[in-house]
């Protein structure tokens, strides 16, 4: 950008400058011709004034300029230098002299020498009734005298060009054979139709004065566009150089990039735009983020659908397994019932514990689902409350001793007493009987429990340890997950539905605190936290 401005303005600069060159070698001469013709014309004008003044005064011409002479030379003597004059005389003088200017009025000789110093006209004056030369000017004046005769009886203008004809005049140019070179003559009467008169003045100087001014024109031009275009290479710089700055932002805002600006105080359209542009980029970088933000949260809901989606459809798989077997069972043993098969009551009451036994199956896993339901959606909140955790894990291990006879397992309790902590009383209860029930479904080798409640910090820690198989590492993440079991064929040999453990989770995180599953030497080790309570 910057260099076809650049270019486009030393173009034009360029053309402008030549054109000017063209138009002084083509123009000027004739305008300076154009000029002296002017010239030559106030001349005429002037001098006819003067004579006419004299004319009208019923003065002789021929008189009145050897009176004028006279007086010159008398006021000559008066104050020429080496006789020193008054200086009264030496004022009067140079009162005459200022009077001879053009448009002013003045004295034959006094315009004739005005005209002759500053245009280098040689005029002559001639009485035509005598043919007698009143004033000449100096330069030839006897072949001047001889060329406006012969003009007057029409000889001698073969070579004449007329630039401008009046009444009682004209001006001409004329070549004069002898020198080889132009003049430009005005020839012709003054108003008294009696004064002849010749002005002369020679074309060579304007062609000179032309062609000088063309050659100084030349070299102005040459340097002008020099300088010129030095010039407008620093002032493009400095015009475009904001341009490139703006160009640089917006392909910065392009890539997304609205961390840059436009540094620049300028007042001018392009620091207004520079600004426009900052303001435009905090705009979208604010506009864009919100989009991200929300794109993002779409995202998420769009995810969080589509998990939902899948865990819904699990969850009926789930349920459907788990109902498919216990529904099977109690319908077959019911038709078995109703068919008659069963004569003798033994086998009676044996179907009927089968059918009772599966409802109750049946109905713990339908609580159980309300229970988890209720907690995932905060239907059920846990009613904080003060107890003693070691005491109520005592009770437990004392409530189910037959149990624990049952499945011949040890069991240790390790926990100092009184142990406060604030909970849900009742639910934590349900969190250490669903652990309890895993441990002993899961019992092995030694066959031994480990109940330990110990203070941490702010915390208590309750741990529940069996001795057992390892569960694989990759299947203790999803042990909270509904419906999971380890067991990929789901047997009945263990008996539980998998929704234990998901409502453990529920409960502890309605608590607000953690639950976790570690395997570790000789078994595997559940435990959760719970808020302390100073005794």
Not at 45 to 66: F, K, P, Q, R, S
Not at 158 to 183: C, I, P, W
Not at 500 to 513: E, F, P, R, T
Request: hydrophobic share 40%; proline share 2%.
């Amino acid at each position: 950008m910057r260099r076809k401005i650049m270019l486009t303005f030393i173009g034009l600069m360029a053309v402008v400058l030549f054109a000017i060159l063209a138009i002084n070698k083509w123009w000027l001469e004739q305008y300076y011709i154009d000029q002296k013709l002017k010239v030559m014309e106030h001349a005429y004008a002037d001098l006819n004034d003067v004579v006419m003044e004299y004319t009208d005064d019923g003065e002789n011409i021929g008189d009145m300029l050897t009176e004028e002479l006279a007086n010159e030379w008398e006021l000559w003597s008066q104050i020429r230098p080496r006789g020193g004059g008054d200086e009264e005389a030496r004022d009067s003088f140079v009162k005459r002299k200022q009077a001879d200017v053009p448009g002013k009025p003045g004295t034959i000789l006094g315009t004739i020498r005005y005209y002759g110093e500053q245009n280098n006209i040689a005029m002559v004056l001639v009485d035509s009734n005598t043919g007698r030369a009143l004033v000449n000017s100096g330069r030839e004046s006897d072949f001047l005298v001889q060329k406006v005769q012969r003009y007057v009886l029409g000889k001698g203008q073969n070579q004449a060009k007329v630039l401008a004809r009046h009444e009682n005049y004209m001006v001409e140019t004329n070549y004069d054979f002898r020198s080889g070179s132009s003049y430009m003559e005005s020839w012709g009467f003054f108003s008294d139709n009696s004064t002849l008169f010749i002005m002369s003045m020679p074309l060579a100087s304007v062609r000179e004065s032309a062609a000088l001014a063309n050659h100084f024109t030349t070299y102005v031009v040459l340097v002008a566009l020099v300088f010129g275009s030095v010039l407008m290479y620093f002032v493009t710089n400095r015009v475009t150089k904001p341009i490139l700055k703006l160009a640089a932002v917006s392909e910065q805002m392009s890539n997304l990039n609205f961390d840059v600006f436009y540094e620049d105080d300028a007042q001018d359209e392009v620091g207004v735009l520079g600004r426009s542009m900052n303001t435009l980029s905090g705009k979208l970088k604010e506009t864009i983020g919100e989009l991200r933000q929300a794109n993002a949260q779409l995202q998420r809901d769009i995810d969080e659908k589509v998990q939902i989606d899948e865990m819904r459809k699990e969850f009926i798989a789930n349920v459907s397994h788990e109902l498919k077997t216990p529904i099977a069972l109690i319908q077959g043993y019911a038709e078995g019932l109703s068919e008659g098969m069963c004569k003798d009551e033994e086998s009676r009451d044996y179907y009927c514990e089968v059918i009772i036994d599966e409802a109750n199956k049946m109905n713990k896993m339908v609580r159980q689902l309300l229970t988890l339901t209720a907690l995932e959606f905060g239907n059920d909140a846990p009613i904080m409350e003060r107890f003693d955790v070691t005491e109520l894990i005592c009770d437990m291990v004392s409530s189910s001793g037959i149990l624990f006879q049952q499945n011949n397992a040890k069991v240790d309790v390790k926990a100092e007493s009184p142990l406060f902590v604030r909970g849900d009383e009742f639910k934590i209860e349900e969190v250490l009987s669903n652990y309890l029930t895993n441990a002993l479904h899961y019992l092995n080798g030694e066959r031994r429990i480990e109940i330990r409640a110990e203070r941490q910090s702010d915390r208590v820690a309750v741990h529940v340890f069996n001795t057992g198989e390892h569960i694989p590492e990759k299947d203790l993440p999803n042990l909270w997950t509904k419906f999971y079991k380890v067991d990929k064929a789901r047997t009945r040999d263990y008996g539980g539905s998998g929704i234990g453990l998901s409502i453990v989770k529920a409960i502890m995180d309605a608590h607000h605190q953690s639950c976790g599953v570690a395997n570790v030497e000789g078994g595997v080790e559940f435990w959760f936290t719970l808020e302390a309570e100073d005794g």
